[in-house]
Structure formats: structure tokens, C-alpha cells
């Protein structure tokens, strides 16, 4: 299948939506936690981890762990940041609800999203950390995946907005697309492509 991990995304953007029927998607609501939100959180963190590993294969492909026996969301940080400085800077938004993420804001001092760490405690310990299974990480887990799936398929150039499906309950920032709808020619880049070409 092609572009595997969009197609992917797509599909968890495409629950969220479906899920903002019965959860409001506000900062009032972001400590509600649910059955779906577990699944959604898992999911969103499973493939993040997957595409964020192929991800840093592509940057190094001699890329060994740094300690232990497998690659960590610290591993993937300093590839990642190391090849594009201005990732942890990606704007997501929810036009619908004016709501803007920067999912890998922490990256920058070389933190871990509180999502990823929530999200860790859910899959490991979920009797003793259900609750973080919430609206608010989740939302930013997804948006974190969003964020990394658009590095991998720009990795090596713009990726044609025709050639993958829209998500409808996210969107780049409007800074990430370049070009002419009326000539099909609009791309979607990232902050490290839109530094290079200014």
C-alpha cells in the first residue's frame, strides 16, 4: 500500500472526528478519559514509534540504540532533531475547534512530550493510570503522529497534496503548503523545507 503510515494517520484523524460527536474537543474537556481514547492513545503511540524508527533509519542508517537493546523516543530525538532542528517546532491545528498543538515542543530541550509519557504509564500500568488516557493526550499523540508521518514522506521532497487523502480533523499550519490549488500543485512541506527555500 502506498504511504502505508498516512493512510494510517488518516484513519485515527478520522476517529477523532468521529469521536467529537460525543466528547467536545475543548481545554474544558481535556481531562475526560474513555475506553476509546486507551485505544486511540496505544494506537497513535504504536505507529508513532514505528515511523519515527524508519524515520531515523533514513537519517542514519548505522543508527544503534544508545543503551539497552532497542531504539527509545530519546534515540529517535536526536536523529530526528539533528537532521531537521525545526521539527519540534511543527504547528497542528484543529481548525474546527481553534485549537493549535505543538506536539514535539519538549524535543526541543530534549524532553519527552508528557503524551508519550502518559502514554507509556497506560500501556504498562493501565489499572494505575487509566486517566491519563485523556482527550488531551490523545489529540496531541495523533497530532504528534501527524507531525512525524509528514517528515517521513518529505523526508526527500514535497509530498503533492492530491497524491494522499486530506485528513478532516487536523491540518498544517497553513505555512506548510506551497503552491496552486487550481493547478493541483499544492505541497505539503515542513518548517525545516519552508526555512530552507526563505
Not at 503510515?5 to 478519559?33: G, K, M, P
Not at 530525538?77 to 511543527?90: A, C, R, S, V
Not at 485523556?134 to 496531541?140: K, P, Q, R, W
Request: net charge positive; charged share 20%.
Amino acid at each position: 500500500m502506498e504511504f502505508l503510515h498516512w493512510q494510517y494517520f488518516i484513519a485515527l484523524d478520522s476517529d477523532l472526528e468521529i469521536v467529537s460527536r460525543y466528547v467536545e474537543i475543548s481545554q474544558e474537556n481535556y481531562r475526560t478519559y474513555s475506553i476509546q481514547f486507551v485505544s486511540l492513545l496505544l494506537s497513535a503511540c504504536s505507529e508513532i514509534d514505528v515511523v519515527a524508527k524508519v524515520l531515523s533509519k533514513l537519517i542514519d542508517p548505522n543508527l544503534k540504540p544508545s543503551r539497552g537493546s532497542f531504539l527509545t523516543i530519546s534515540d529517535y530525538q536526536k536523529t530526528i532533531i539533528g537532521k531537521f532542528p525545526k521539527f519540534h517546532t511543527t504547528k497542528i491545528h484543529i481548525p474546527r475547534h481553534e485549537i493549535q498543538l505543538i506536539p514535539w515542543k519538549l524535543w526541543k530541550s530534549k524532553n519527552v512530550p508528557q503524551w508519550w509519557t502518559s502514554y507509556n504509564c497506560v500501556k504498562h500500568q493501565r489499572d494505575s493510570f487509566y486517566k491519563e488516557a485523556n482527550l488531551e493526550n490523545t489529540i496531541n499523540a495523533v497530532a504528534g503522529l501527524f507531525v512525524m508521518v509528514l517528515y517521513l514522506y518529505t523526508h526527500n521532497n514535497r509530498l503533492n497534496v492530491e497524491s494522499v487523502p486530506s485528513p478532516k480533523f487536523f491540518a498544517v499550519d497553513p505555512l506548510y503548503e506551497t503552491g496552486l490549488r487550481w493547478a493541483n500543485t499544492v505541497h505539503y512541506i515542513t518548517p525545516d523545507q519552508l526555512a530552507n527555500t526563505t
